[in-house]
């Protein structure tokens, strides 16, 4: 009986542990979200660990976002190659710096 009952404290212990750090109420939101999908996903466990993560960004918007990454970083180099040729230009566009006189 004594067994029982520790192993029943240790349960309701374990259980306040999980409401105190806020698990119980995002399991039970994320269940709740499960049970109110109108298409049940073909894969529940899936669907929990993604919205218990946050839902993560979705893989189309990786992508998207990796083309433009790659995009902007060839516009860079472009800009980079266009700036370089521009301060070459400018400098044989401008007067020679005289020197000052040199006292002895």
């Known amino acids: 009986m004594t067994s029982y009952r520790q192993a029943d404290s240790k349960r309701e212990e374990f259980r306040k542990y999980l409401e105190k750090a806020g698990v119980l109420d995002a399991l039970t939101k994320v269940l709740v979200g499960l ?12 669907f929990v660990k993604q919205h218990i993560l946050g839902g993560g960004p979705e893989t189309a918007d990786v992508e998207t976002l990796r083309l433009e990454v790659s995009e902007l970083r060839q516009k860079v180099e472009q800009l980079q190659d266009e700036n370089t040729e521009l301060k070459q230009r400018l400098v044989q566009y401008e007067p020679p710096t005289e020197e000052p006189p040199q006292e002895n």
């Not at 049970?35 to 899936?46: G, Q, R």
């Open 35 to 46: 049970y109110e999908e109108p298409e049940k996903p073909n894969n529940a466990l899936e």
